[in-house]
């Protein structure tokens, strides 16, 4: 299902920066931030797609990515071994 | 926040109380709209919040407290939670979103939250509390995870990582939390009763065998 998938975990990737003026599914508080790929799930419909009666496909490679919380936040407060895991459509990912 | 530590979403104007009769007929306007237009029927609405009103924080307690009994059953559960569950008898309707467990230990502490809206295991705990669908916890916990979970009255070493799961897409979290010492001797009934909806969610640990007998 997920062969075609461009990433496989442990990779680093970039979040991709945009507003599309759709539905989408990749908060701004990870834009421009870099991870590491911690689980491919498959392949799912494009909720981009969904969201305006459209059928999905392509399906899109999805995966659980893990940044450091100091990477995400300049003043952290909590330890710096502290992360934050979220699923991101393969669209959304850049190389590094 | 709220200053007891158990309602952070009351104050955002989220849309209970004052809006409640805005977004009742926003949602009877969508209902009729969606029935209007063939998308689905009145009878497929009833019938999906007849399941989800069907679950509730008892039914994943039960499920949780057999991982924590059983060590073979944990594995196959945080392998692959829907068969998992359909082993004690919970079918989870098709149409809902993959359902995933995470497990707290003495290394980690996971906590779930939904930034963008409101995702939640609701095919096997039910409906969120009203504070998981409000804007301070859902800005704050991916902040300051450790100062929310301070208002829940959890206070983590350093030593432990916090690791906070965005449920974004396709997948929900159900946090299966740490079995607490002292409870070596209870019944897996009796287990579940300390695991609380808080504890499902990852802001508060499982209650004490000592609270419970006290309360």
């Known amino acids: ?96 | 926040m709220a200053e007891n530590g158990h309602n952070p979403g009351h104050e955002d104007g989220h849309g209970h109380g004052e809006n409640a009769e805005y977004y009742s007929l926003r949602a009877e306007a969508m209902q009729a709209l969606l029935i209007e237009k063939g998308v689905c029927t009145l009878d497929d609405i009833l019938t999906m919040a007849d399941k989800i009103d069907s679950r509730s924080p008892e039914d994943g307690a039960k499920v949780l407290a057999h991982a924590w009994v059983d060590p073979e059953y944990k594995k196959r559960l945080l392998a692959d939670a829907e068969s998992a569950l359909l082993e004690l008898g919970y079918d989870l309707p098709e149409t809902a979103p993959k359902l995933t467990v995470l497990e707290n230990s003495d290394e980690v502490h996971n906590m779930a939250v939904c930034t963008l809206c409101s995702c939640y295991p609701r095919s096997i705990i039910g409906r969120p509390p009203a504070w998981y669908k409000g804007l301070a916890y859902r800005s704050k916990v991916v902040v300051d995870p450790r100062g929310v979970l301070r208002e829940f009255g959890t206070e983590l070493d350093d030593s432990v990582q916090v690791r906070v799961i965005d449920s974004s897409a396709d997948f929900r979290y159900l946090i299966l939390p740490k079995r607490p010492a002292g409870t070596e001797g209870m019944s897996e009934e009796e287990l579940a009763k300390l695991i609380t909806q808080e504890s499902m969610i990852g802001v508060a640990q499982a209650l004490s065998p000592e609270s419970v007998r006290a309360g």
């Open chain 1, 1 to 96: 299902m997920a062969g075609n998938a461009k990433y496989q975990p442990g990779d680093r990737v970039r979040i991709r920066v945009g507003v599309p003026p759709t539905h989408f599914r990749t908060p701004e508080y990870v834009q421009g931030k870099q991870g590491r790929i911690e689980t491919l799930w498959g392949a799912f419909p494009n909720p981009e797609s969904l969201a305006y009666g459209g059928d999905g496909l392509p399906a899109q490679p999805l995966y659980q990515i893990e940044f450091a919380q100091t990477d995400l936040w300049e003043n952290y407060k909590g330890a710096a071994t502290d992360t934050l895991l979220i699923d991101i459509y393969e669209h959304w990912l850049e190389n590094i």
